[in-house]
């Protein structure tokens, strides 16, 4: 660890904050996709499973 | 082979689905090393101390919020010309990544400046420019989830984004042209005179090289959830008709 000396708070919140937002930003961003991916799936397997009109 | 084939949605998953994984870990490898490398291997300032640290995450991150409206500014005018769905798909898929990246700008400025200016916050030209892009993102999204059709959600927010980008432009020049603010001139410029000092300058460059790696695979990865959701929902339409 870096010797920060008088500004350690500020400079540790700052990366703490930031990369917090990142990770959100990305496991949001993941879920959201595994969510559409998993929503169309389910919906093309309902229309395959229907009988032809 | 024209750029307009990745118009075609399956086109551009195909594609995207390939690119996706790369664009990820070169994205990950530049911001780890450019992270790491800015916070323990780089010296104190003379005039901030330590606090210049803080440079990895804030440049980038506001270079990134700028670019990102760019972006969706280029993404609309598609979708205002050409009625291409993946371009308006794309731009909505933009805009909560450029927010975080406006936020995180906002959030480091603001700590940085408590002890370099005395105070987390000044109504100073690029600061306000940038506050004011800040609640653009979120007007825009706002205005995505407030109108049901579509298509229509895509010509507003088109609109909205023609004129948020007249504040893009302004916290890209704002210290240009406005003196009278305390925000200090770019940190980086073509013209090398203009460079911050080489020890701080290549980690800086690799961050940033991560953050656009970032940017661009988040919204690879967010446009693509956005095309099956559409897909999804003109599935269900169809159910509904027949």
């Not at chain 2, 409206?69 to 280029?74: G, H, I, S, T």
């Not at chain 2, 030209?125 to 609640?135: A, E, G």
Request: aromatic share 12%; proline share 4%.
């Amino acid at each position: 660890m870096p010797d920060l000396g008088k500004y350690a708070d500020t400079v540790l919140s700052a990366y703490v904050i930031s990369i917090a937002i990142l990770i959100g930003l990305v496991a949001l961003s993941v879920w959201q996709s595994r969510q559409s991916r998993a929503r169309l799936a389910q919906i093309e397997a309902r229309r395959n499973a229907a009988p032809p009109r | 082979m024209s750029i307009w084939e990745y118009a075609n949605p399956t086109r551009f998953m195909q594609t995207s689905g390939k690119l996706l994984p790369l664009v990820s870990v070169l994205s990950f490898a530049c911001l780890i090393v450019g992270l790491v490398w800015g916070f323990f291997f780089t010296p104190d300032d003379y005039r901030q101390g330590s606090t210049v640290k803080i440079i990895y995450l804030h440049v980038p991150s506001a270079l990134m919020a700028i670019n990102a409206w760019m972006m969706m500014l280029v993404a609309s005018l598609i979708w205002l010309v050409r009625r291409h769905h993946v371009s308006a798909l794309a731009a909505k898929a933009a805009a909560p990544v450029g927010l975080a990246m406006t936020l995180i700008a906002l959030i480091t400025g603001a700590i940085w400046g408590e002890p370099m200016w005395g105070t987390y916050w000044a109504w100073d030209p690029r600061l306000t420019s940038f506050l004011i892009l800040f609640l653009f993102y979120l007007g825009y999204m706002a205005l995505w989830a407030a109108i049901e059709n579509p298509d229509t959600a895509a010509d507003l927010t088109s609109i909205l984004c023609l004129v948020g980008s007249v504040f893009a432009l302004l916290s890209r020049y704002a210290v240009n042209f406005w003196n009278q603010g305390l925000h200090q001139g770019a940190s980086l410029s073509l013209d090398k005179e203009e460079n911050v000092a080489d020890v701080f300058y290549f980690p800086l460059l690799v961050s940033i090289a991560g953050f656009v790696l970032l940017f661009l695979a988040l919204v690879l990865l967010r446009t693509r959830s956005e095309i099956r959701l559409r897909r999804a929902s003109a599935l269900i339409s169809r159910e509904r008709l027949s």
